[in-house]
């Protein structure tokens, strides 16, 4: 066995989560055709592509609420065989329970049996904070804004610490600047929780924002056409050269044409 | 909030206010235009009883709180006495709010298990399809032989019709529920079927659910008369009891008090509903 030149600080260097050869068909789509990926422990992994190229599908296989038809999935090591509180999930409309309030939404997560916090009530406090809801704990989601919706949803999804954190398109539904926002928070957070984040998007400027790789995906039949690793220093400006350099050589992967 | 705001809003809750205050003389004025044809077409009628002026009818209803009358409560056996009017609507209540309880109980118990559990649902589906269109009312003759058209006989009859109402309206809301909402709560740890049920499947079905027991408040209320009329004691009863001594005002009386009955409790439970439903 080769000796690893990697140093232990570098938090990507173990794998996180693992696919293989990952099929999945529904009636005469092919919406994922051998995939294979991995993603590091701790890595920001953004997946764009096409409506239609499985990138929803590949995200639910690993939050094990779909099966695929062929292939496996690994997460630190293990089989997925369905959902675990080591993967939370956000979810692009939110699904947040309108009948409870924002701390009820987040006390969702941290009544369920698994929980073991010592005070529930004080780590839902500090999630809220987390999120910046502060002063919004008894609105019911019905009150919020889509951004605000989608704090929520975030600290919902980090109740149970996970150490991997599945996002499908979290942001398609906001404003512009909200969205900004939005990014970097989570950018902060991710930091804090050093979390592994796999990212679904279908927008190029939002991916090279975020992620320490991307992954492009092609649609019909669904599958990896090539991984792209963002060399740029965070926070990054979308006006910098090598930002609009990341943006081009991806829109090119995925052959879509030059914006004017 | 800014005050510039505040002022601003000030204009729409007066046209509101306005726009309530006109809405409610228009109702009076349909009130008071009936009243009048009523009382007209009741001075032209003869013989008299056919159609009892109005105020023979408020009469009658006031008759019905100068006298009492002396009930039987049923299971304990024990004897109640109350202004009439007030006896017999305890009477119909006996049966009444058991019926529909049970009812709404087994319904909202049953369509909630079948929406969300596919192979009962397989199981007991073309049977809800056979029951389902019988009135229950039809039920009638089952309940005489079964029970005697008494208390239990008018229970057993309320208890059907609010049973089906409340059983689609559970149905229908469970199946309605996001499977975004399931996705999300098993990502959080929700494992178990009946877990999902109680903690995601019920609370979003509820407004559902609510609505489907309030319309069989006002349905059982239709059933409950018809009932009585086979001869089960109650307002229905004493309904075809006083026309049969052509004591026509009196019917009026009795209908207006089931009246009054359906429209204090739609209200309460609407009341109880926004409290409960104050999320959406």
């Known amino acids: 066995m080769a000796l690893s030149s990697e140093s232990p600080v570098n938090r990507e260097s173990r794998e996180k989560i693992t696919v293989q050869n990952v099929s999945r068909a529904y009636d005469s789509t092919q919406a994922l055709e051998g995939v294979s990926l991995s993603v590091g422990e701790g890595e920001f992994c953004c997946i764009v592509g096409p409506s239609g190229c499985g990138k929803t599908t590949l995200l639910r296989a690993i939050a094990g609420l779909d099966d695929p038809d062929t292939g496996s999935i690994l997460v630190g090591g293990d089989p997925v065989t369905g959902p675990g509180l080591d993967r939370g999930m956000v979810f692009q409309e939110y699904a947040l329970f309108p009948w409870r309030t924002v701390r009820g939404n987040i006390r969702f997560g941290l009544d369920r049996p698994a929980c073991g916090c010592p005070d529930c009530e004080a780590r839902a406090r500090e999630l809220i904070e987390l999120v910046g809801l502060d002063g919004f704990e008894d609105a019911y989601p019905k009150e919020l804004s889509g951004g605000m919706k989608q704090r929520v949803g975030i600290a919902r999804a980090l109740t149970p610490d996970p150490e991997i954190l599945l996002m499908d398109e979290p942001f398609g539904s906001v404003d512009a600047r909200t969205r900004d926002r939005l990014h970097t928070e989570l950018l902060d957070i991710w930091a804090q929780t050093e979390q592994t984040v796999v990212f679904v998007t279908h927008d190029i400027d939002e991916a090279v924002k975020l992620a320490d790789r991307v992954v492009v995906m092609d649609a019909e039949p669904g599958m990896v056409q090539s991984t792209v690793s963002i060399d740029v220093e965070r926070p990054r400006e979308r006006t910098a050269h090598d930002f609009v350099e990341y943006v081009a050589q991806i829109r090119a992967e995925l052959g879509e044409p030059e914006p004017r | ?280």
Not at chain 2, 119 to 146: G, H, N, Q, S, T
Not at chain 2, 172 to 197: C, K, P
Not at chain 2, 220 to 237: D, N, S, T
């Open chain 2, 1 to 280: 909030m800014s005050t510039r705001t505040d002022t601003r809003s000030d204009t729409p809750v007066a046209y509101g206010f306005e726009g309530n205050l006109r809405r409610y003389l228009r109702g009076l004025g349909g009130l008071i235009v009936f009243l009048l044809v009523w009382w007209v077409g009741a001075m032209l009628t003869q013989p008299s009883y056919l159609v009892p002026s109005p105020l023979d009818s408020v009469r009658a209803f006031i008759d019905l709180f100068a006298t009492t009358t002396a009930i039987v409560v049923p299971v304990s056996g024990s004897s109640l006495v109350l202004p009439t009017g007030l006896a017999h609507l305890t009477e119909t209540l006996f049966h009444y709010v058991p019926g529909l309880l049970f009812g709404a109980g087994g319904g909202i118990g049953l369509g909630l298990l079948m929406g969300w559990n596919g192979a009962l649902d397989d199981w007991l589906r073309p049977l809800v399809r056979v029951l389902r269109p019988i009135p229950p009312l039809a039920w009638i003759v089952f309940a005489i032989v079964w029970f005697g058209i008494h208390h239990t006989g008018a229970a057993f009859i309320v208890f059907i019709g609010a049973f089906w109402i409340n059983f689609y309206a559970a149905y229908g809301g469970v199946e309605g529920v996001a499977g975004d909402l399931t996705d999300a709560a098993s990502t959080l740890g929700v494992e178990r079927d009946l877990s999902m049920l109680k903690l995601v499947a019920l609370p979003s079905a509820a407004p559902q659910v609510l609505t489907g027991f309030r319309t069989s408040i006002g349905r059982c209320w239709m059933i409950v008369v018809g009932a009585e009329l086979f001869g089960a004691p109650g307002v229905g009863y004493e309904i075809i009891n006083a026309s049969n001594n052509l004591a026509m005002a009196t019917s009026v009386a009795y209908m207006f008090l089931i009246s009054l009955a359906f429209l204090c409790m739609d209200i309460g439970f609407r009341l109880f509903e926004g409290r409960v439903l104050a999320w959406r």
